[in-house]
């Protein structure tokens, strides 16, 4: 079993930054992916950003150029860089991450979620 610990959550006024972080713990597992998705108030989740164990890294089309995922493989934890915050980037974002057994099945694991409120 993997456990995602998130933490970096929290308000912040428009224009502001925050960095999330989320460590993942466990034996016997590979982790592969990692990667932030969020849900705001009353919509769908969506996909922030992914980062494979090899560092290739994708956006949601909202945060391009705003947002930067990165991760230290050792640690196993993945960071969340986010600037120039907008109010509709209000949600609450939950870790995830894509894990390999020891007879190489994968499994999905999400964090509990942190909140991240932008407003003035």
């Known amino acids: 079993q993997v456990q995602l610990a998130e933490s970096g959550g929290g308000l912040v006024q428009p224009g502001g930054s925050l960095r999330l972080s989320c460590a993942a713990s466990?034996?016997?597992?590979?982790?592969?992916?990692m990667g932030w998705y969020r849900q705001p108030p009353g919509k769908e989740r969506e996909l922030v950003a992914g980062?494979?164990?090899?560092?290739?890294?994708d956006y949601g089309d909202s945060v391009k150029g705003r947002f930067t995922i990165s991760r230290d493989n050792a640690k196993n934890t993945v960071f969340l860089q986010m600037n120039s915050l907008k109010s509709e980037d209000t949600a609450i974002y939950y870790c995830?991450?894509?894990?390999?057994?020891?007879?190489?099945?994968?499994?999905?694991?999400w964090g509990q979620g942190t909140q991240v409120t932008v407003s003035s």
């Open positions: 995830h991450a894509e894990a390999s057994n020891m007879f190489r099945l994968k499994s999905d694991y």
């Open positions: 466990g034996s016997g597992f590979i982790i592969n992916a």
């Open positions: 980062i494979t164990r090899g560092g290739s890294t």
